[in-house]
């Protein structure tokens, strides 16, 4: 592709779809790529209560809503999964798995995280049968079932409480015997009677014939081990940043997530980062969407001065 765009969004989450309706809103031309749905985490949340405004909606209703606003807005959309960075110092080639070659003046990294896996036996035998880590996708599949979720974080607990519209019972194993979730998560797990939560306990195998049976968990303090029945786990145990990519380009930091300063400029001329594949505290919509902004007016500004 010899034409050279004004700016590719890699990653149309909150961060890459709010970068696009600000960029566009400047009238500048934007492409976006994203390599599954569009929306990023959003998709797979099944309710938000903390975006201000909106006292509850669902993920894919904000996922939608935002990226209905940046391509009615004239923001680009195509299927690209990225795989490699060139950059000269004055034009950035986005190189993506299928041999398309996307031309850039300035560049927003938007790719955001991927769940952690719990690299244990059994995992990738039944993943899709029985494993799964996205309860809004797969939760439908287990009416009536014990489902067990592994982690003791936000979204972990949020997950758990969503199960419970279709399990008989959810379990929660927690490697220690205190969660790390938001207060008012935790009190609703606790108080909800259909969940079930295993503290200091830790995932070693998922066991089966052709789907989910059980899992077996071991004692962290005793190192007992113990097969609890179960037909589905959903492991919540952490993310690690989509940054693959960008490994030769020397701006992440030791666990691959993007170095970038409060205008979300990398060490790259023209590289931008927002959203969670930031190295940050706090990863959420509401943040990722400010991160959006900020990258698109500092690229607003970056591409009028090179013009």
Same mark, same amino acid.
């Given at each position: 592709m010899d034409n050279i765009h004004d700016l590719v969004i890699v990653g149309a989450g909150p961060a890459g779809l709010t970068a696009a309706v600000? %960029?566009?809103r400047a009238n500048i031309e934007v492409v976006m790529l994203e390599a599954s749905a569009p929306g990023g985490k959003m998709?797979?949340? %099944?309710e938000?209560?903390?975006w201000?405004?909106?006292k509850k909606t669902t993920g894919p209703d904000l996922a939608y809503s935002m990226f209905e606003h940046a391509t009615n807005l004239g923001a680009m959309y195509q299927f690209g999964d990225v795989s490699n960075i060139k950059n000269d110092g004055n034009i950035i080639e986005v190189e993506c798995a299928d041999g398309k070659v996307y031309k850039t003046k300035a560049l927003l990294i938007a790719t955001g995280t991927v769940e952690r896996l719990l690299n244990i036996p059994g995992e990738q035998k039944f993943t899709n049968r029985g494993v799964s880590y996205c309860a809004v996708c797969d939760g439908a599949f287990f009416k009536d079932e014990v489902i067990?979720?592994?982690g003791g974080g936000n979204s972990a607990l949020e997950e758990a409480l969503y199960l419970t519209k279709f399990a008989s019972q959810v379990n929660v194993v927690i490697r220690r015997d205190v969660f790390r979730a938001d207060k008012m998560i935790r009190d609703k797990v606790y108080a909800h009677d259909k969940i079930n939560v295993i503290v200091k306990s830790i995932p070693v195998e998922v066991v089966g014939d052709d789907k989910v049976d059980g899992i077996v968990l071991e004692n962290v303090d005793t190192k007992e081990r113990t097969t609890i029945p179960t037909k589905a786990v959903f492991p919540f145990i952490g993310l690690d940043p989509k940054t693959e990519f960008v490994k030769n380009l020397g701006i992440t930091n030791e666990f691959g997530y993007i170095k970038a300063n409060e205008k979300m400029e990398t060490a790259q001329k023209g590289i931008y980062a927002a959203g969670d594949v930031l190295?940050?505290?706090l990863r959420q919509v509401v943040t990722a969407a400010a991160d959006g902004a900020i990258a698109a007016q500092e690229i607003i500004?970056?591409?009028?001065?090179?013009?």
């Amino acid at each position: 592709m010899d034409n050279i765009h004004d700016l590719v969004i890699v990653g149309a989450g909150p961060a890459g779809l709010t970068a696009a309706v600000y %960029a566009r809103r400047a009238n500048i031309e934007v492409v976006m790529l994203e390599a599954s749905a569009p929306g990023g985490k959003m998709v797979k949340t %099944a309710e938000i209560e903390n975006w201000p405004g909106t006292k509850k909606t669902t993920g894919p209703d904000l996922a939608y809503s935002m990226f209905e606003h940046a391509t009615n807005l004239g923001a680009m959309y195509q299927f690209g999964d990225v795989s490699n960075i060139k950059n000269d110092g004055n034009i950035i080639e986005v190189e993506c798995a299928d041999g398309k070659v996307y031309k850039t003046k300035a560049l927003l990294i938007a790719t955001g995280t991927v769940e952690r896996l719990l690299n244990i036996p059994g995992e990738q035998k039944f993943t899709n049968r029985g494993v799964s880590y996205c309860a809004v996708c797969d939760g439908a599949f287990f009416k009536d079932e014990v489902i067990t979720v592994i982690g003791g974080g936000n979204s972990a607990l949020e997950e758990a409480l969503y199960l419970t519209k279709f399990a008989s019972q959810v379990n929660v194993v927690i490697r220690r015997d205190v969660f790390r979730a938001d207060k008012m998560i935790r009190d609703k797990v606790y108080a909800h009677d259909k969940i079930n939560v295993i503290v200091k306990s830790i995932p070693v195998e998922v066991v089966g014939d052709d789907k989910v049976d059980g899992i077996v968990l071991e004692n962290v303090d005793t190192k007992e081990r113990t097969t609890i029945p179960t037909k589905a786990v959903f492991p919540f145990i952490g993310l690690d940043p989509k940054t693959e990519f960008v490994k030769n380009l020397g701006i992440t930091n030791e666990f691959g997530y993007i170095k970038a300063n409060e205008k979300m400029e990398t060490a790259q001329k023209g590289i931008y980062a927002a959203g969670d594949v930031l190295e940050k505290e706090l990863r959420q919509v509401v943040t990722a969407a400010a991160d959006g902004a900020i990258a698109a007016q500092e690229i607003i500004m970056y591409i009028e001065e090179h013009e």
